[in-house]
């Protein structure tokens, strides 16, 4: 396992449309992390699973905005109906709890750009 | 959590330490100082955690006064693969915590030939 990887890396849609990002994290990493990052802003902290349970949401996440980590492994990020303010980068880290720093591992994102 | 102040940028040339400061006037006792690199189209990476005084990886130092309300990251002779935003973070990130990572916009470091 060579890192946390994420899928697709671009993504265009027209506003309105759903669009799902995949993220898969280093496979021994319990914890796992969504941020979306505007340009220039650094990232933003969306939601955050501690194996399959979702333990965290930001108020930044709407109700179009779903997350899901079913089998504690892979994650998906859902975000129905766009808008083009959903335009960012979409970016997932994971992290192992038994590290004293909490180091997380961010994968390469996932660019939206709303129509 | 404690809120940081850094500079926007900073440009340098090859070979140079750069020193890079970051405020934190109101840190909490339990927290820690991260910072993280970030090149563009990539996802931020660790860089080095502190708590106090000084402490040195193979990629940087970070050096923590005794008051801890502010930090300083040292890159020894950077070359222009240094070029990146660099952020500096507070929080309890330690034994327990969620540890969501609150990020600033960081100080975008050029460095020049």
């Known amino acids: 396992d060579t890192g946390v990887s994420q899928d697709p890396r671009h993504k265009i849609t027209k506003r309105g449309q759903n669009v799902t990002f995949r993220c898969d994290p280093i496979s021994e990493h319990n914890r796992l992390y969504w941020y979306r990052q505007t340009l220039g802003q650094g990232p933003e902290f969306l939601t955050y699973?501690?194996?399959?349970?979702?333990?965290?949401k930001s108020r930044l996440l709407s109700d179009r905005f779903s997350a899901e980590r079913p089998k504690g492994s892979f994650s998906t990020l859902e975000i129905q109906r766009t808008e083009q303010g959903d335009s960012a980068m979409y970016l997932c880290?994971?992290?192992?709890?038994?590290?004293?720093?909490?180091?997380?591992?961010f994968g390469p994102g996932t660019r939206l750009t709303v129509l | 959590l404690a809120k940081t102040t850094q500079p926007i940028s900073m440009d340098s040339y090859e070979g140079q330490e750069v020193n890079i400061t970051c405020s934190h006037n109101n840190i909490a006792t339990n927290d820690y100082i991260t910072w993280y690199q970030q090149f563009p189209s990539q996802g931020p990476r660790f860089i080095i955690q502190g708590y106090k005084t000084k402490v040195t990886n193979e990629v940087a130092s970070l050096f923590i006064p005794a008051d801890r309300k502010s930090s300083t990251l040292s890159l020894p002779r950077v070359s222009l693969s240094d070029t990146a935003v660099y952020y500096c973070l507070v929080g309890d990130y330690y034994g327990g915590s969620q540890g969501n990572l609150i990020f600033g916009k960081g100080t975008k470091l050029s460095v020049k030939p």
């Open positions: 880290a994971s992290s192992h709890p038994g590290q004293a720093d909490n180091e997380q591992f």
């Open positions: 699973f501690q194996n399959e349970a979702q333990l965290e």
